[in-house]
């Protein structure tokens, strides 16, 4: 008796299915125009999605070639010739412009903020860093790199406060290598600005920090001396 009613279980569901099955072959015959439309227009999609995904690869592949060769010809950081960095910010702007949105442009914006800074163009080396920061994740080791030659510009224009603020980002995560050289530079900057309390504080921070022994001399001086000055003026 089990073995009956499983049979006639399974031919039940077996009638279902071929039913469903014909019911939809009718659906398709009596639309074939809706069907032949649909499946256009998948074929379409998929053509479009594979043409993009393949364009986009190409393209990439034509901005890493590209910006291989202007690395090739980029000046040193010891440069003082600026003319030379003139001739690689034409060819990065270039590459930045008709390859916007692919992932080496991020490199090169941030090689052009540093081309900016060079050869004085501050304000321009500020455009474009910040841009960059727009397009940069959060945890994109950029960042840090992003931050530091913005502070450098800022601090060419004397915008100190802007500065200050951009140092101070670099030291929000204590493991990042360039900490110690931004509390360097708050040091520095707060020294030059006459407030010599945050001055001594931000060295102290490097002195705690900075494995470097040539600065570390050098910030152990400063320290010595500010806080002569101030026992002396107390």
């Known amino acids: ?76 950081p010891f440069e003082t010739d600026k003319k030379k960095f003139e001739q690689s910010i034409q060819k990065l702007e270039k590459l ?32 474009v860093l910040t841009d960059l920061l727009k397009k940069l994740d959060k945890e994109s080791p950029y960042r840090q790199l992003v931050y530091l030659n913005l502070g450098y510009c800022y601090e060419a224009l004397k915008k100190f406060q802007d500065a200050l603020s951009t140092f101070e980002k670099l030291t929000a995560k204590p493991e990042n290598a360039l900490a110690p050289l931004a509390y360097y530079n708050l040091g520095r900057i707060n020294e030059e600005s006459g407030d010599r309390e945050d001055a001594l504080k931000y060295y102290r921070e490097y002195l705690d920090q900075s494995s470097s ?3 570390r001399q050098i910030v152990q001086e400063k320290v010595e001396k500010l806080s002569f000055n101030r026992k002396k003026n107390h």
């Open 213 to 215: 022994q040539v600065f």
């Open 1 to 76: 008796m089990k073995r009956r009613r499983r049979k006639s279980k399974f031919r039940k569901k077996e009638e279902e299915v071929i039913a469903f099955s014909t019911q939809a072959l009718d659906w398709a015959k009596e639309h074939t125009r809706e069907v032949t439309a649909i499946v256009v227009a998948l074929l379409l999609v998929s053509g479009v999605v594979w043409w993009y995904v393949n364009y986009q690869k190409h393209r990439e592949l034509r901005a890493q070639h590209l910006y291989s060769q202007i690395l090739d010809k980029y000046p040193s």
């Open 96 to 127: 930045t412009t008709e390859f916007k949105g692919t992932l080496v442009t991020q490199s090169a914006m941030l090689d052009l903020g540093n081309a900016y800074f060079t050869t004085g163009a501050y304000k321009k080396g500020v455009s």
